[in-house]
DNA sequence: GTCTATAGGCAGATAGAC
DNA sequence: GTCTATCTGCCTATAGAC
């Protein structure tokens, strides 16, 4: 635990940069934010932004890599939980909530829509956040069903891409007027309508 | 129709200014293009754009207000033709589909990712965008639900919620891949989990 | 209504001192 | 690793001729 923190953190100005910068992408998109707000709140220079990151679109794409395997270790922690696949499910879509309720917006929805605009660095990891969530949703849709306490007509991997939809249009409409109620209501609707 | 046109296109330049605009905006986002990029398209000058439309967060605001009224248009069209209140969600649905093919992603859903860095001129416009949308869902959906031939749970308004979120985010996700097929897929889902 | 020219600012990025 | 200073380029916007 020790080493991996050690190894982590092993610069610790370049994760505080990248902390700051991933807030930016979730709440501006990456064409609405600057090196400059990063260096102003970090107390910082642009030059020495760029010692650590020497363009805009590796900083990006150092973001959205930690996120995407952020993500997978969330799923993989919600898998180790045990729970029945519906409260896996449940728990899935919380996450949602949960980035709503910290002020932002889903940094590869976000993304998604800036995607002609976006470095094509970048543009490949963002594709590849979704799919690793629609496979994980159609697994754990599978495993529900197999249990009995998840239905919905579709294959898995049908079932997981509207689950999936459904929860970034959710939170993406709801995001301009930070609409937990709202989001809230539609996940409870969306939860009631898989349940076995 | 003659007077409408002529009133609608009083200007030619400045619809055109209007066209081009809107095609940006749905393809690269508010902060994604700019007045180089329409002046380029229609061989006019910066300098012209300014002549027609005094800052960009007056054009923009006149691409949102004109695809809103748009918008009403075309639901008030779909209640005019008498369908049963499925087949007219079915229409609706059909929109988004049509929106990607036309290589575009929703106008207000980019802008909604966005909204933060958006003028304030421009927000109201999307927030009122997607209120008229569940607003005519919701009335479309109790109409269905009285006629019989539209089933889910939740109320008329929570329902709406979903089905504009599922689609809103059915299409931000195949946006990056212009996936048409997989837009296709998860709208005839969504259709078949509403219909009685 | 359209142009040339330009202002004034901020963007991403670099050089080189410390 | 951080700084000062600067470069180049694009941005929005304006002035004023035609």
Redesign the interface.
Known sequence: MLALDAKTHSGGTADRIVEVAQRLLQ???Y??FSYADIALELGLTKASLHHHFCTKAHLGDSVVRRHLEYAQTVLRGIDAEGLDAFESLRRYAQVYEDVLLGDR?CLC??L??????VPALI?ES??EF?RFNAQWLAQTIARGRAAGSVR???SDE??A??L???????L??C???RDRA?LS??VR??L??LRA
Request: glycine fraction near 18%.
């Open positions: 709440t501006r998109g064409n609405g917006m929805g976000i998604a829509a800036e995607f002609d605009t543009q963002i594709s979704f919905g007509s579709g049908e079932l891409q509207l999936l939809s459904t929860l970034e249009g959710a993406l409409i995001w301009p007027g709202r209501g539609t609707l969306l009631e309508s």
